[in-house]
């Protein structure tokens, strides 16, 4: 989670805190209704920066949590029966294109091949959503703006995007943030103390770098919300720790104890570590 930005009219409510030209880069390509494409690892702020920038731009967010059992009838729409006999249903995608909005369709390469292909007509000069069902050829609104992103991090032969998709995009690629950003995000999230998040932080930075063990994923900026969280409302900050960190990461036995160990260090007193 990137974090957020206060806001100096405090109309968005959505707290982000950039780290470094992507508010102005999107606000850019919305004015140009170019696509864009934005790339990080899980947790870093992608779906959190596409919420502030919904509502810096005063535009409606359509999130679509993309899988491999997404069809594009789930994108675009389809045909329903009710008491009144057949009618059509606009789905995320088409509502979007229709009356104006941030169509975000999150670990894009999760969906189906032949679920992105509806995405081409959208995503160059034309602007445009072809409905086969209805016989519709939907010219998107001046406000319409597709937006995907994806953890290259899971990338592979058989899940990664299509250069001739990828090239439709205007790219952004995200990270997580650096400490000072990271301990400024958690403190405003949660409330939490500066000093326990700069153990947080310090203690994940730790973690990130950790390459003997077998993490597929490294520790979030929202996973250190999530262990401050518990932590301001009471809870034991080595338990948080272990319970939000070490449990989430990882079910491997030896990288649960190496995890537990560096907690150990941040988060237990000498006479704790010693007994």
């Given at each position: ?17 950039p780290?470094n ?7 850019y ?19 959190r920066?596409?919420?502030?920038m919904?509502?810096?731009l005063?535009?409606p967010?359509?999130?679509v ?13 389809r045909?329903?029966?009710n008491?009144?006999?057949t ?8 509502k979007?294109?229709?009356e104006?909005g ?10 189906r ?9 959208l995503a160059?000069?034309?602007r445009?959503?072809?409905?086969d069902r209805?016989?519709?050829?939907i ?5 319409f ?6 953890n290259?991090?899971y990338?592979?032969l058989l899940?990664g995007?299509?250069p ?5 995009f205007?790219?952004?690629?995200f990270s ?7 301990a400024?995000?958690i ?6 103390d ?6 947080l ?16 994923e490294?520790?979030?900026?929202r ?5 401050a ?6 809870f ?6 272990i ?7 990882t079910?491997d036995?030896?990288?649960f104890?190496?995890?537990e ?9 000498d006479?704790?570590r010693?007994?």
């Open positions: 989670m990137s974090g957020g930005q206060k806001e100096d009219d405090m109309t968005n409510r959505c707290y982000y805190l780290q030209n992507e508010i102005e880069l999107f606000t390509a919305a004015e140009l209704q170019l696509p864009v494409l934005i790339k990080g690892p899980t947790g870093c702020g992608k779906t920066f596409i919420e502030h919904g509502e810096k005063n535009r967010v359509y999130t949590a993309c899988h491999d059992d997404l069809t594009a009838a789930d994108l675009v729409g045909h329903l029966i008491a009144e006999g009618y059509w249903q606009d789905g995320p995608l088409t979007a294109v229709r104006g941030i169509c975000y369709l999150d670990e894009v390469v999760e969906a091949k032949d679920t992105t292909v509806v995405l081409h007509p160059d000069y034309r445009v959503l072809p409905l209805t016989g519709e050829i010219q998107a609104h001046k406000d703006m597709l937006v995907v992103s994806y290259p991090g990338q592979n899940k995007m299509k001739s998709t990828r090239q439709r205007v790219s952004l690629q997580y943030p650096e400490e000072q950003q990271e400024e995000i403190v405003a999230e949660t409330g939490i500066n000093q326990t998040a700069r153990q932080v310090t203690l994940g930075k730790e973690i990130r770098r950790l390459k003997d063990h077998d993490l597929q490294m520790v979030s900026t996973l250190l919300v999530y262990a969280l518990l932590i301001e409302k009471g034991p900050k080595r338990d948080a720790c319970h939000c960190l070490a449990e989430s990461l079910d036995t030896e990288t104890q190496s995890l160990q560096l907690i150990n260090l941040h988060f237990l007193s006479k704790e010693a007994a």
